[in-house]
């Protein structure tokens, strides 16, 4: 199994600002991804960070936006650039090994005022 | 385009019930289907994992089986408790793509 962690657990930002998400996992996992949780929602995938390029986005979401980083196979962020107040949402990372169990950050809680 | 549908969207009961949760997809080519338990404002809990050669898988209290061809997943809960309290996600995988995830079941175990 892998644990993960995730910096902020929560913040609150003014719209218009940036904020950068670190995801740590304690072993190395092949694929780690990060998602979006609306309130009241399901999961939607933002992306898949790729380890040493440029992650593979899904459809709605760019690289201008959710700018992503994967420098090494434990290790992840994800910026939310240019903040509004629908970005208020859950970001979870999470991380898996040759597409079995998937496992998950707690995750940060983002208010943008 | 592969759509994961959870019925019931809520669920409560007494403590003490069996519970069965489920879970239907669109696209029955899966490579596996696996079952998450999230708790408000928390991330997710894997519970089962199961591959598409497989029928079930038991984990405790849990118990989860698959029919790929009628596209159906049931999480079953046996002897409910409080501590259950969650909403219970399936997500399903076709290939080595990427998860899809179910829109959820908000389940309250009251004493």
């Known amino acids: 199994s892998a644990v993960i962690s995730q910096k902020p657990s929560r913040d609150i930002c003014q719209r218009g600002t940036s904020l950068t998400i670190q995801c740590q996992v304690d072993?190395?996992?092949?694929?780690m991804f990060w998602y979006r949780q609306q309130p009241g929602q399901s999961l939607t995938l933002i992306a898949t960070?790729?380890?040493?390029?440029?992650?593979?986005?899904e459809s709605g979401f760019v690289i201008d936006k959710f700018p992503i980083s994967r420098p090494n196979l434990t290790f992840s962020t994800l910026t939310v650039s240019n903040l509004s107040p629908e970005d208020s949402s859950i970001y979870l990372c999470s991380g898996e090994i040759y597409a079995d169990t998937q496992y998950f950050g707690p995750g940060t809680r983002l208010t943008v005022l | 385009k592969q759509e994961v549908t959870q019925i019931p969207a809520a669920l409560s009961v007494p403590e003490g019930e069996n519970l069965v949760l489920n879970c239907s997809f669109t696209?029955?080519?899966?490579?596996?289907l696996q079952w998450f338990r999230q708790d408000p404002g928390k991330g997710l809990t894997s519970l089962l994992l199961?591959?598409?050669?497989?029928r079930e898988q038991t984990s405790g209290r849990l118990n989860a089986s698959l029919d790929k061809s009628s596209g159906r997943s049931t999480l079953y809960i046996a002897a409910s408790q409080p501590g259950d309290s969650a909403t219970y996600l399936c997500a399903v995988r076709r290939d080595t793509d990427k998860l899809i995830f179910g829109t959820g079941t908000r389940l309250q175990v009251f004493p």
């Open positions: 696209d029955s080519a899966i490579y596996n």
């Open positions: 960070a790729n380890q040493g390029s440029e992650a593979t986005y």
């Open positions: 199961i591959q598409s050669s497989q």
């Open positions: 072993s190395q996992v092949t694929m």
